[in-house]
């Protein structure tokens, strides 16, 4: 008894002056020298991401409509916003306006949003929580499923949804197709990411739960989807987002111009040759374009990062 006591308190002063050494190397101040570097390696990598934005917003408010983009003009003279005046006026040659585009786009990313997590939530809970044949298998085919660029299912999608027909209505060539087909793309990461979460979740919880006398499907309304509120914000986001920017589907299924995205448009104003691109126009577009989902991906930025780690964990 009294070598083990002695153990434990050796043990624990161990710890506690492992605990000081390793305050006071937390706390050492970083070498100037190295602190510079550091710092002017962050620069650096900030000016190359700012950098494009910058030159984009210069374009955007340039009044001399170049043929062609020429040098580094970050401050143009006589600066304006009629390119933002004119694409709210009308974006492209099509008979469509940019609140009906932007509708269009909303429609796409907000059921993306909203299919891709209603789904993937029950699919990610069934596979974390319950036991059944062909499991590991299914989870290795959404994985390799997830792998797969978008670009490799447009041709077989596209064949698959344009012979459901009904009358005069093809569902490959609408709006609703091209939901159908950008959830398909974002269910495995959908599935994956809230699985990863679902896991993390004690299963003491729902035990507690059934004990009550909550059945499952109780207990996974009122216990475990609150729980998953940040992984369910962060997936619904992200997939907000692929909708919101999803272009090859859009191009592929799409011919009325009164179904078309901002992606489209955005898409449409680019000419033949570049002397033929309004480049001014087409700036204050993609502007426009990006500023939504960029304003509420600041916002929400830590969240999302912490939602996608916590998400990551266990899978």
Same mark, same amino acid.
């Given at each position: 008894?009294?070598?083990?006591?002695?153990?434990? @308190?050796?043990?624990?002063?161990?710890?506690?002056?492992?605990?000081?050494?390793?305050?006071?190397?937390?706390?050492?101040?970083?070498?100037?020298? *190295?602190?510079?570097?550091?710092? /002017?390696?962050?620069?650096?990598?900030?000016?190359?991401?700012?950098?494009?934005?910058?030159?984009?917003?210069?374009?955007?408010?340039?009044?001399? #409509?170049?043929?062609?983009?020429?040098?580094?003009?970050?401050?143009?003279?006589?600066?304006? +916003?009629?390119?933002?005046?004119?694409?709210?006026?009308?974006?492209?040659?099509?008979?469509?306006?940019?609140?009906?585009?932007?509708?269009?786009?909303?429609?796409?990313?907000?059921?993306?949003?909203?299919?891709?997590?209603?789904?993937?939530?029950?699919?990610?809970?069934?596979?974390?929580?319950?036991?059944?044949?062909?499991?590991?298998?299914?989870?290795?085919?959404?994985?390799?499923?997830?792998?797969?660029?978008?670009?490799?299912?447009?041709?077989?999608?596209?064949?698959?949804?344009?012979?459901?027909?009904?009358?005069?209505?093809? +569902?490959?060539?609408?709006?609703?197709?091209?939901?159908?087909?950008?959830?398909?793309?974002?269910?495995?990461? %959908?599935?994956?990411? +809230?699985?990863?979460?679902?896991?993390?979740?004690?299963?003491?919880?729902?035990? %507690?739960?059934?004990?009550?006398?909550?059945? *499952?499907?109780?207990?996974?309304? *009122?216990?475990?989807?609150? +729980?998953?509120?940040?992984?369910?914000?962060?997936?619904?986001?992200?997939?907000?987002?692929?909708?919101?920017?999803?272009?090859?589907?859009?191009?592929?299924?799409?011919?009325?111009?009164?179904?078309?995205?901002?992606?489209? %448009?955005?898409?449409?104003?680019?000419?033949?040759?570049?002397? @033929? @691109?309004?480049?001014?126009?087409?700036?204050?577009?993609?502007?426009?374009?990006?500023?939504?989902?960029?304003?509420?991906?600041?916002?929400?930025?830590?969240?999302?990062?912490? #939602?996608?780690?916590? /998400?990551?964990?266990?899978?």
């Amino acid at each position: 008894m009294t070598s083990l006591a002695q153990q434990e @308190t050796f043990s624990g002063r161990g710890l506690r002056a492992w605990s000081r050494r390793r305050s006071m190397r937390s706390g050492r101040k970083m070498p100037l020298r *190295r602190q510079v570097m550091l710092q /002017g390696i962050c620069l650096l990598i900030a000016f190359t991401v700012l950098f494009p934005i910058l030159w984009i917003l210069s374009l955007s408010v340039d009044p001399r #409509g170049l043929s062609r983009p020429d040098g580094l003009n970050l401050i143009p003279p006589g600066m304006t +916003l009629d390119a933002y005046r004119n694409v709210i006026a009308q974006p492209t040659s099509n008979p469509v306006s940019l609140p009906e585009l932007a509708r269009n786009s909303f429609i796409v990313a907000s059921s993306t949003a909203i299919l891709s997590v209603g789904i993937g939530v029950t699919a990610a809970y069934a596979f974390s929580r319950l036991q059944f044949r062909g499991r590991e298998v299914l989870m290795l085919a959404i994985l390799g499923v997830l792998m797969l660029p978008a670009v490799a299912t447009i041709a077989p999608l596209f064949i698959l949804l344009t012979r459901i027909q009904v009358g005069d209505f093809v +569902l490959g060539r609408t709006i609703a197709g091209v939901v159908v087909a950008v959830v398909s793309g974002a269910l495995p990461f %959908a599935i994956w990411n +809230l699985k990863g979460y679902l896991d993390t979740i004690p299963i003491d919880l729902e035990e %507690a739960a059934a004990v009550d006398g909550a059945s *499952r499907n109780q207990t996974f309304v *009122r216990v475990i989807l609150p +729980l998953a509120t940040p992984a369910l914000a962060v997936t619904a986001f992200l997939g907000y987002i692929a909708g919101w920017t999803e272009f090859y589907f859009s191009v592929i299924f799409l011919s009325d111009p009164k179904q078309f995205t901002l992606s489209l %448009a955005l898409n449409g104003m680019v000419g033949q040759f570049a002397t @033929t @691109t309004p480049w001014s126009e087409f700036s204050a577009f993609a502007i426009m374009f990006a500023l939504p989902v960029s304003i509420v991906y600041i916002f929400l930025q830590k969240y999302i990062i912490g #939602g996608l780690a916590v /998400g990551g964990v266990k899978g």
